[in-house]
C-alpha cells in the first residue's frame, strides 16, 4: 500500500475518532452518551462482527468477507498493508494452502466508541491447523469497527506481535 494510502487511512480513523465543536458550543459532558461507554449489545454485536471476520478469512467465506470489509478496508501486520482485494486472496491462497482455524481466543479486550465507529485493542491466539500439524500463533491487534446500515464493517486492522 502506498504511503499516501496509509497517511489517508490513518487521518480518516483520526477524524472519525474526533469529537466536532462549532463555534460557540460548549462540550457538555453526557455520561449517557459518553465516547467511552460501550452499552451491552453494541460490545456483543462488534465483538461478533470481529469473530465473524476471523472465522470467514480462514474459511474462505467470500460473501462473509465482502458483507463485513468494506471497499476501502486496509490490514496492515509485519509483511506489510494489504487491500481487501489482496485480503481475499490471502484468505483464498491460506484456505487453498490446507490451513485451517482449529481455536481462537482473544484476551485484555478494550474498545472505545466515538458514533458509530468503535477502536478495540486486543491481544490474541489462534490455534492453526496445517497440513495434519497444528501451531499457535499470538500477537497484538488493533481493529477498528464502522456501524453501516446496521452492520458492524471492518474496514482497518494492523496485528503485531506481543
Known amino acids: 500500500m ?34 467511552d461507554t460501550i452499552d451491552a449489545a453494541t460490545r456483543t454485536a462488534v465483538l461478533a462482527a470481529r469473530d465473524a471476520i476471523w472465522r470467514a478469512w480462514f474459511a474462505n467465506d467470500t460473501a462473509a468477507l465482502l458483507r463485513l470489509l468494506p471497499r476501502s478496508s486496509t490490514a496492515g501486520g509485519g509483511n506489510g498493508w494489504e487491500t481487501r482485494e489482496e485480503i481475499l486472496a490471502g484468505a483464498r491462497q491460506s484456505y487453498a494452502a490446507g490451513r485451517r482455524l482449529v481455536g481462537l481466543r482473544f484476551a485484555d479486550t478494550r474498545m472505545h466508541r466515538n458514533g458509530n465507529v468503535v477502536s478495540v485493542l486486543s491481544t490474541y491466539t489462534m490455534d492453526l491447523e496445517d497440513q495434519g500439524r497444528r501451531t499457535t500463533v499470538s500477537g497484538r491487534a488493533s481493529e477498528v469497527f464502522v456501524l453501516t446500515n446496521g452492520v458492524w464493517e471492518n474496514p482497518f486492522w494492523y496485528l503485531g506481535d506481543r
Open 2 to 35: 502506498s504511503p499516501r494510502r496509509v497517511l489517508l487511512v490513518t487521518a480518516a480513523v483520526a477524524v472519525a475518532a474526533t469529537p466536532v465543536r462549532l463555534a460557540g458550543q460548549r462540550t457538555v459532558p453526557n455520561a449517557a452518551q459518553s465516547p
